[in-house]
């Protein structure tokens, strides 16, 4: 009798020994055991999602053969189940869940990028924008009306306020964030250029600065160069020389222009053409650099008034006289 008594009192110790020891098992295999990943994966946490939906979309997707419920489970004990971000999220090979957690939990997610190259036009950039598989798209009407619009900025003109970098951004970022983003850091570039320019220029407003340096931006790739146009122009304006720059002439066109500008296009009138109207064009012409920028508020000192291009490596050749201009466009233009 007292055998039984004992036998029965420890069979129930020994199912409860089986179950824990079974339990820290499984609990050291949830730790130690990789995903089935032979490659790196991008796994994606939509918005809303909670762990118990991750942890079932993992399984399903074939990720892993643990039972959803230990990473439930897991992220309650650790304080960690409502802290999950949404996003994409590169997962490596021999990633653990937990560590796929400290990874969700972090907020690390995988950025992408988009690069607004200088010279480019407003409308390029939205075209952009709106092209990216990873940006939402939020605007009912992609022109640049509409982006200022929806800045805030209704009565700004919007070619030439966004400023030309890589930018890198999570999946899921709408299109007026991105753009946000970029017209944020012009405003900013801008203003800290502008109260670092050199004195005596001929404009009046950073506005005015802006406007000059799309010019040089799309007169010259040369980084050298762009202080020496910057100061032809410059000169031009305060003698009252018509700035007479081809690219004023081509973005007054748009969709006119078919590649290439003749003689009458320079003769015929537009707010833009600055063969036919004195001073700086009503807008900028395209997305000016940060390196235009400074161009055009520290222009290089000289008695330049004229360049003509080479032809070679995008370089120009400066001349002080119209007679000096003329041999220039001879020797590299007309070949004679």
Not at 204 to 216: D, G, K
Not at 246 to 253: L, S
Not at 279 to 286: E, S
């Amino acid at each position: 009798m007292k055998r039984f008594i004992i036998i029965k009192a420890i069979i129930p110790a020994l199912i409860l020994a089986a179950i824990c020891s079974y339990g820290l098992l499984q609990y050291q295999r949830f730790i130690d055991q990789p995903l089935q990943l032979d490659t790196p994966f991008i796994f994606s946490v939509e918005p809303g999602s909670n762990l118990k939906t991750i942890s079932e979309d993992l399984q399903q997707q074939g990720l892993t053969t643990m039972p959803p419920l230990y990473l439930q489970l897991y992220g309650r004990m650790t304080g960690q189940a409502h802290q999950i971000k949404a996003g994409e999220y590169r997962v490596e090979p021999e990633t653990t869940l937990p560590q796929l957690l400290e990874q969700m939990v972090s907020g690390k997610v995988v950025m992408n990028a988009l690069t607004i190259v200088e010279g480019m036009t407003t409308r390029e950039l939205i075209d952009a924008v709106h092209a990216h598989p990873k940006i939402v798209k939020t605007l009912e009407t992609i022109d640049e009306k509409a982006v200022m619009t929806a800045l805030g900025e209704p009565e700004k003109n919007g070619e030439g306020w966004f400023l030309p970098e890589t930018y890198h951004f999570p999946s899921g970022t709408s299109d007026i964030d991105f753009l946000e983003r970029a017209y944020q850091q012009m405003q900013v570039s801008l203003q800290q250029a502008w109260a670092q320019r050199d004195e005596d220029l001929p404009y009046e407003t950073p506005y005015e600065a802006l406007i000059m340096a799309s010019i040089i931006e799309k007169e010259s790739g040369i980084a050298e160069e762009r202080p020496q146009i910057a100061g032809v122009f410059v000169r031009r304006l305060e003698k009252g020389m018509r700035l007479q720059t081809d690219p004023t002439v081509i973005y007054g066109m748009g969709d006119k222009f078919d590649g290439n500008l003749r003689r009458k296009d320079l003769r015929t009138d537009t707010p833009h053409n600055t063969y036919t109207r004195a001073g700086l064009p009503p807008t900028p012409i395209c997305l000016p650099s940060i390196e235009s920028i400074e161009a055009a508020l520290h222009p290089a000192d000289g008695d330049s008034l004229y360049f003509v291009a080479t032809g070679k490596e995008g370089r120009h050749v400066f001349s002080a006289t119209l007679r000096e201009h003329n041999n220039a466009v001879r020797k590299y233009q007309l070949k004679k």
